[in-house]
């Protein structure tokens, strides 16, 4: 099995050269990936996408297993209205061309920040 990377003969060319790995296009849409002579663009092999996959996981593996073997998983995220309590849509907002401040306390506060007295405008 032929993989990005590996040194070779080209049956195109008949030279020793590196395969490289090439996005194939049709017009503007992508038709899939192809290893191709690092010479001669010559196609020597498509790109299979489990294998593609696997070495991804594998890389993974190691670098968790080099961090302290500890898998991390993304932590949920709620988009709920009630959860969306962002400086920008409060009530007390004070807006201008550069800054937003904040009505209760005077401050200059970002747009996405977010804090317990907020009111929907």
Do not use: Y
């Amino acid at each position: 099995m032929v993989k990005k990377g590996d040194k070779l003969v080209c049956p195109h060319c008949k030279e020793m050269t590196f395969v490289k790995q090439i996005t194939e296009m049709d017009g503007w849409t992508k038709k899939g990936e192809i290893l191709v002579c690092a010479l001669c663009n010559g196609k020597i092999a498509d790109v299979q996408q489990e294998n593609e996959q696997e070495e991804k996981q594998d890389k993974l593996s190691a670098l968790s297993a080099l961090l302290g073997g500890e898998t991390i998983e993304k932590p949920e995220v709620s988009l709920n209205q009630s959860d969306r309590r962002f400086c920008k849509d409060c009530k007390f907002a004070i807006r201008n061309a550069f800054v937003i401040r904040c009505e209760l306390s005077g401050s200059v506060v970002e747009a996405m920040d977010d804090c317990e007295k907020f009111q929907k405008r």
